[in-house]
């Protein structure tokens, strides 16, 4: 089974650049989350969806966008990438109350 | 909104040694996973605690949430290099519109020495 997957697992940006990285799911799980994890500030939330077509906010959203017109896929944009963006992220998805399943992480650098 | 905290944030044992990192909540938990983190990949889902009291094993990790369902400790016993990696708690809490926010602690980073 490949649970969630990361795509992709690493990759550099020069500041103003635009990317987007996708997060798949293959348990048909309705919600998919977007966390970065910094050293010291643990993993924060920056969008969630509860379904297919519906995004929210999380704690840490701006300078990021998000889609989710597919159940199984959650997409998450940079504009226009800022040094600060530089973290490693990662996508999550659960059916409910359930543990969260992470995928293994992007490792994302801003120059 | 509920937090969760984590103690130690770092911890060095000798392999063999017994081991208890701690997590508090300052509200009540309705639910309190625990996770592995290795470096450079995702978080692993060990367990997940929900009654108060209750007690889960799997090989040498033992985790318990206590009576009153805001605390919760992770136990291993003799420790090897493959315990060595970043141990995160986290938690559900609901929200009004039905749905779950999910809370993490900041984690504990163990260094097990061979």
């Known amino acids: 089974n490949a649970g969630v997957t990361q795509t992709p697992k690493f990759r550099v940006l020069k500041t103003g650049q635009s990317m987007t990285l996708l997060c798949a799911q293959d348990?048909?799980?309705?919600?998919m989350y977007w966390y970065r994890q910094d050293p010291g500030m643990g993993l924060r939330l920056i969008h969630y969806?509860?379904?297919?077509?519906?995004?929210a906010k999380g704690e840490v959203p701006d300078g990021y966008n998000v889609s989710r017109l597919k159940k199984q896929n959650f997409l998450l944009g940079l504009e226009s990438a800022a040094p600060s963006q530089t973290s490693v992220y990662f996508c999550?998805?659960?059916?409910?109350?359930?543990?969260?399943?992470f995928g293994d992480g992007t490792r994302l650098s801003i120059l | 909104s509920q937090e969760l905290e984590q103690s130690p944030q770092s911890l060095i044992v000798q392999e063999g040694k017994n081991l208890t990192i701690n997590c508090t909540s300052s509200?009540?938990?309705?639910?309190l996973y625990w996770y592995k983190q290795k470096y450079g990949e995702g978080l692993i889902f060990l367990m997940m605690?929900?009654?108060?009291?209750e007690e889960k094993s799997h090989e040498k990790i033992t985790a318990k949430l206590d009576e009153k369902k805001q605390q919760s400790s992770l136990h291993i016993t003799a420790s090897q290099p493959s315990h060595a990696g970043i141990y995160l708690c986290g938690a559900a809490e609901p929200r009004n519109s039905g749905t779950y926010k999910y809370i993490f602690g900041t984690g504990t980073r163990l260094k097990v020495l061979a």
């Open positions: 969806s509860v379904g297919e077509g519906t995004t």
């Open positions: 999550a998805s659960t059916s409910g109350r359930q543990p969260q399943h």
């Open positions: 348990m048909n799980h309705e919600y």
């Open positions: 605690l929900q009654k108060g009291g």
């Open positions: 509200k009540t938990l309705y639910g």
